[in-house]
């Protein structure tokens, strides 16, 4: 028990007797864990990016004039009812009228033609959203029911599919990327972490091998190296997640007018992933610098 | 008792450190080992503290033979040995009383004894009131007095002193000189690699004289008999 109070009591004597090189790792952590968050956050704002854009993506139905009530009706269920739709929106011939003249209220052409053609030359609406855009060809295909064809006006899937591809694409290529990225970030920073590590041990091989020579163990050599670099790494977190805290907190309503109010993503992100985040960044973090600290301080006790 | 049965040791392609050295020490004896240069004398103290393994040959310590011992024994084989260096070896970041402390603490000994012990060592090479100053606060002579203390913490049945006085003065030589022999006085096998001819010829103690890593002369009141 003596002993384990000793190491760890040893190991703070380090932190504080050798502060410089300590705030110089504990920078260096810094900087490797704010890389990748940094790059974490890029991705979320671009999932937030496409995610508004998903969100814009809907496929609207016009039914022809001549469309029976009950079937626009039975075409609303049967849509609502596939379970890759997320919302159905139902506009009757006269709201559809009223949403054209209110777009059209400042063109006196367009609205004069329309009262030229005595009567409503527009039919009900079906606006469909789906839960994924992947799903929209699959809901498109299913609108065109032969039971339902003969009421719907044609053009309007044509143009949908392009948009539902490019989006679909773009959100493909910025994730391989992003994923492509991170991966990177994450590397350096641990190669970043390694390198500080073996430097911090370096600088102290003499005190180690002068504990070697006076009787004491491996083990007790170790321990204080690896706890050591156990609270810069701890320390490194805490300053890590308060600057990155502070940040997203000044960044996210700076950012919001950019995604038109609707949030840059980096909050919902860091917040709610923090744990995920914590455990993954500062557990590879610690596993690695404690392995890195094993094997660096085994290099000055062979004998 | 040490004994070195025909040791020799070769580094690496053929260079030999020592070759077929033969010795015996007797507990409470004062050996000098002398030799210029590159005749053998630290690669000897080496061995004596499981810092170097025979090529050949045989090192026991108290009737333990530690030519080949295990990694995991080395601690417990240098807490019974007290040894000094020319450079002093002092860790740097710790204060006088805990660079002598810390040879107990790794060894596990309780904090009482650790109250008690490092005191008396640090009265006993006059370095009381300097306990709390860090090694590059003290002069040279009062480094190796450090050094000395913590060879002693842990009453080592030997003490081996590997060119104890080569970075001091006459005075500070004089000084650890008769420290040595106060400690030896008591009862330590006192074992000092030099080549410092006054310290040897002054001493009239037993010599081991080494020279391309053989043994040319063993004297039991002996002198300094090497070339300058």
């Given at each position: 028990m003596i002993t384990f109070w000793r190491i760890f009591a040893a190991s703070w004597k380090h932190v504080f007797r050798n502060a410089w090189i300590g705030l110089a790792t504990i920078f260096v952590f810094m900087m490797a864990l704010f890389s990748v968050n940094v790059l974490l956050g890029v991705n979320a704002m671009l999932d937030q990016t496409l995610k508004i854009l998903e969100d814009r993506i809907d496929v609207t139905v016009s039914f022809t004039t001549t469309a029976p009530v009950a079937v626009v009706n039975q075409a609303r269920f049967y849509l609502a009812s596939l379970p890759q739709v997320s919302e159905v929106t139902q506009l009757s011939a006269d709201e559809v009228l009223q949403r054209f003249r209110d777009t059209h209220k400042a063109e006196s052409k367009v609205l004069g033609a329309l009262e030229e053609l005595n009567g409503n030359p527009l039919g009900a609406q079906i606006t469909v959203k789906a839960k994924n855009p992947e799903d929209y060809p699959f809901i498109i295909k299913a609108i065109q029911n032969p039971q339902y064809a003969e009421f719907i006006n044609p053009p309007v899937y044509d143009d949908h599919q392009i948009a539902i591809a490019r989006v679909q694409e773009i959100g493909r290529s910025t994730r391989i990327v992003g994923a492509i990225l991170v991966a990177l970030f994450a590397l350096f920073g641990l190669l970043i972490a390694f390198n500080a590590i073996r430097v911090a041990v370096y600088t102290q091989r003499e005190e180690i091998a002068i504990m070697r020579l006076v009787g004491a163990s491996s083990f007790y050599i170790r321990a204080p190296f690896i706890l050591e670099g156990l609270w810069l790494t701890l320390i490194a977190l805490i300053f890590s997640g308060l600057a990155i805290y502070g940040a997203v907190l000044w960044l996210e309503p700076a950012l919001s007018p950019l995604f038109e109010g609707a949030g840059a993503g980096l909050s919902g992100f860091f917040i709610g992933q923090a744990p995920l985040i914590i455990a993954v960044e500062g557990g590879s973090l610690i596993i690695l610098v404690m392995m890195v600290s094993w094997v660096a301080v085994g290099r000055y006790i062979k004998r | 008792m040490i004994q070195l049965e025909h040791v020799s040791k070769i580094y690496a392609p053929s260079t030999a450190a020592l070759q077929d050295v033969s010795l015996r020490i007797a507990a409470g004896d004062f050996v000098s080992i002398v030799g210029q240069s590159g005749a053998g004398k630290t690669t000897l103290a080496k061995m004596l503290m499981a810092e170097e393994q025979p090529t050949e040959g045989r090192v026991i310590i108290g009737g333990w033979d530690i030519t080949r011992i295990r990694s995991y024994e080395i601690p417990q084989l240098r807490r019974q040995l007290g040894v000094i260096f020319q450079d002093y070896k002092l860790l740097l970041k710790k204060t006088v009383y805990e660079n002598i402390s810390f040879a107990l603490e790794v060894a596990g000994a309780p904090r009482k004894r650790i109250r008690d012990v490092v005191p008396q060592v640090i009265r006993m090479v006059g370095l009381e009131g300097k306990d709390h100053r860090f090694p590059q606060q003290l002069s040279g002579g009062e480094q190796q007095r450090v050094v000395v203390a913590r060879a002693l913490v842990h009453r080592p049945k030997i003490l081996l002193a590997d060119e104890?006085?080569?970075?001091?003065?006459t005075h500070n030589t004089r000084d650890i000189m008769d420290l040595l022999l106060k400690i030896n006085h008591f009862g330590t096998t006192v074992i000092l690699v030099t080549h410092n001819r006054e310290v040897v010829n002054a001493l009239r103690r037993r010599v081991i004289t080494l020279k391309d890593g053989t043994v040319v002369s063993d004297q039991s009141e002996g002198k300094y008999t090497l070339p300058v």
């Open positions: - | 104890p006085t080569g970075n001091l003065d």
